[in-house]
């Protein structure tokens, strides 16, 4: 009777404990939580702009590795030129899907290699898909297609990262990343 007691609490436990192994190698295989990001004024005087370096998970400046930064950018219009707040890619490849949710996003996907921008400032004001849209009647600015995921793919380390740009107020940009 011992040894049939013994042999069912071992037994127990190995199941348990392969259970839980389970958990944590399927929660591990799949962890795109995402990481919230809030710049600051990127339209404050003396700002130079917002370096982000999505590897590190952390703000950089222009001198440092960086994958996207928000910066202030002469456009002309007629006589006169006004400084436009704009996304500008680093040394990225880069595309935009419309047809998925952020959160649904689990990996790259299998167009992105015909999807990729070939020329980076498409993302810049005025561009096909530009970020940041400036509208002359309201004179706001505000995030173009906020239900859009960027794609974007780092080629020194070889990560891919999904980018969701959320909100523009008053030269503050605030998005949120994951990885792919």
């Not at 790259?108 to 070939?118: A, K, L, V």
């Not at 070889?158 to 969701?164: A, N």
């Amino acid at each position: 009777m011992k040894q049939l007691t013994l042999f069912i609490t071992i037994f127990g436990l190995i199941l348990t404990g392969c259970e839980d192994k389970k958990a944590d190698d399927n929660d591990h295989d799949h962890d795109h939580s995402a990481t919230q990001v809030t710049t600051h004024d990127i339209d404050a005087d003396g700002a130079t702009g917002f370096y982000y370096d999505l590897v590190a998970g952390a703000e950089t400046d222009s001198s440092g590795s960086w994958h996207i930064s928000f910066q202030m950018l002469p456009i002309t219009a007629g006589p006169s030129t006004y400084m436009m707040p704009s996304l500008v890619l680093g040394i990225v490849y880069a595309a935009e899907y419309s047809d998925t949710a952020f959160e649904d996003m689990d990996s790259s996907p299998g167009t992105f290699m015909q999807d990729y921008f070939q020329d980076p400032t498409v993302v810049q004001y005025g561009g096909a898909s530009e970020v940041l849209h400036y509208d002359p009647q309201t004179h706001v600015v505000s995030v173009s297609g906020p239900d859009r995921v960027f794609v974007i793919y780092e080629p020194s380390g070889h990560t891919t990262y999904k980018v969701q740009f959320v909100e523009y107020v008053g030269g503050v940009i605030s998005f949120k990343f994951g990885n792919l």
